[in-house]
Each structure stands twice: as C-alpha cells, then as structure tokens.
C-alpha cells in the first residue's frame, strides 16, 4: 500500500474507515465549477473595475497630471527579470533544506510582526488612547 494513502496525517483516510472520524464529502462537479468560478471572478474583478476606475482618472485630468507609464523598454526588460527572479527562487528552493526557508520564513514574519504593532503602538492615536484606558477605574464582574 502507497505510504501516503496510509498515513495518518495527510488528511486522507484508508480505505474504509475514516482517519478522525469525520468523513469529507466526495466533491461533486457542480461545487467545482462553482469554486473554480468564483475565483475567477474575484481574479477578474478588482482588474476590470481597476481598469475602469484608471479611464475614468484619466480623462478627468490633463496630461500633466497623469501618472508614470511604463515605457516599451521596461516592458521588454520585464519578461527578462521575471524569468531570472523565477530561476532564482527554483535555485534557493533547491539549494536549502525545508528547515532552513521555514525557519528564515518564521523570522521573517517575526519582525514583520513586531515591526507593524510597535508602528501602531508608537502612533499618536493610539499613546493618547493607552493613557485613557490606564486612567479610567477597572470595573470588578458584578
């Protein structure tokens, strides 16, 4: 019996019995396509109204005004940088062990983490809410 059918943890239960006692329902082609669909549409969406919301800035303002385009250079270099950032990515996945990128991954969320509630901490709005927080009276159950 493959190993990965058998095992426990995987989320998959051998033949006949359930692994936790729960049992998954069978997906059925109508839920797919429903799944599959609405991800297109949440893809698709932002897109258009993005795209739309831009023509409509756009024609409201003179060319002065207008954003930064990307030139027909930077569009022929993209592909270029894409694929070398793509390669480099396949190369560090490749080079390290799975440890080691959940570990960096951890640390770097980590900093992320304490980086972003010490910003909030340290804004304005909130020292001036921390301070009447601490002096109003603690109200016991009851």
């Known amino acids: 019996m493959d190993s990965a059918l058998s095992d426990p943890h995987n989320g998959s239960a051998e033949a006949g019995g359930t692994a936790n006692g729960t049992t998954r329902p069978p997906s059925t082609p109508e839920g797919i396509a429903l799944a599959y669909g609405s991800l297109l549409l949440m893809a698709l969406l932002p897109i258009f109204f993005g795209a739309l919301r831009s023509v409509r800035c756009a024609r409201g303002k003179n060319a002065s005004d207008m954003p930064e385009t990307i030139t027909s250079r930077d569009?022929?270099?993209?592909?270029?940088?894409?694929?070398?950032?793509?390669?480099?990515?396949?190369?560090?996945?490749?080079?390290?062990s799975q440890e080691y990128i959940n570990l960096l991954l951890s640390m770097y969320f980590f900093v992320l983490g304490i980086l972003a509630?010490?910003?909030?901490?340290?804004?304005?709005?909130?020292?001036?809410?921390?301070k009447q927080l601490s002096q109003e009276p603690v109200q016991g159950p009851g």
């Open 75 to 96: 569009a022929a270099r993209f592909p270029i940088i894409a694929s070398c950032t793509l390669l480099g990515l396949y190369l560090f996945f490749k080079i390290f």
């Open 117 to 130: 509630l010490s910003h909030t901490i340290r804004s304005e709005g909130s020292l001036q809410h921390l």
